[in-house]
């Protein structure tokens, strides 16, 4: 079954503008981490973020964790038409190794 | 330093037949999970392999299996295949030393007619 749920399903932007995601999951984790997929293909791993920390950046890629609400959000700056893609939250309810739950994703389109 | 491999890209089969996928993991690595990713759905966690056991499983039939060889690689084999079973399978490595992340491979697309 699936734990999280992000939202939007799907989104459409124009290159530059910024694009934000949101994840929401059902119980306690202890981390959670943002995937890419291009294309049906295999998934390409953005971040991570611990149940103990609050905010997380890479690049332009900036994620935050409330984990009283069991909410993540995926925030990509001056988003590019090679962002274009699906992005999923996935949780892990202990410190590595144990599976990964994931969400069904949000489908973004950049549009150039 | 290769990445996660996984054979073949493509697969057709008909309903009944059985079929094996095939993974080798990112070097380093000596941990094998799988996972069925069916269209338009997040991938679902399938089973884990270390130290050539399964350790793990999520909630799929017994028509699914898997092995591990000495040198980490895995395979995935899926008896009696349905059409529900058409679906990307994704193969992940990952450490059991602690490290967190798991990297996938490119996957295998399924189709069962």
């Known amino acids: 079954s699936q734990q999280g749920e992000e939202d939007p399903q799907a989104l459409s932007i124009q290159e530059g503008e910024n694009a934000t995601m949101n994840c929401s999951y059902k119980?306690?984790?202890?981390?959670l981490q943002w995937y890419r997929q291009n294309s049906g293909r295999g998934l390409v791993h953005l971040i991570l973020?611990?149940?103990?920390?609050r905010e997380k950046h890479s690049g332009r890629l900036r994620v935050t964790l409330d984990t009283s609400k069991k909410s993540s959000s995926l925030l990509i700056t001056a988003s590019r038409a090679a962002d274009t893609a699906s992005y999923f939250c996935?949780?892990?309810?202990?410190?590595?190794?144990?599976?990964?739950?994931f969400g069904k994703g949000t489908r973004l389109s950049v549009i150039a | 330093d290769a990445g996660v491999t996984q054979s073949p890209t493509h697969l057709i089969k008909t309903r009944g037949q059985q079929v094996t996928l095939r993974c080798s993991p990112k070097?380093?690595?000596?941990?094998v999970s799988w996972y069925q990713q069916a269209l338009g759905q997040g991938p679902q966690f399938i089973f884990q392999?270390?130290?050539?056991?399964?350790?793990q499983r999520g909630n799929f039939p017994d028509r699914f299996s898997g092995h591990q060889f000495p040198n980490y690689s895995s395979e995935l084999n899926v008896n009696a295949l349905l059409l529900g079973d058409s679906a990307l399978y994704l193969c992940?490595?990952?450490?059991?030393?602690?490290?967190?992340?798991?990297?996938f491979g490119p996957g295998t697309r399924l189709l069962v007619l």
């Open positions: 992940a490595s990952s450490s059991m030393q602690g490290l967190e992340t798991q990297y």
């Open positions: 973020i611990r149940s103990n920390e």
């Open positions: 119980t306690s984790i202890n981390n």
């Open positions: 070097s380093g690595h000596d941990t």
């Open positions: 996935a949780t892990e309810k202990a410190s590595g190794n144990t599976p990964l739950v």
């Open positions: 392999y270390y130290e050539e056991e399964e350790r």
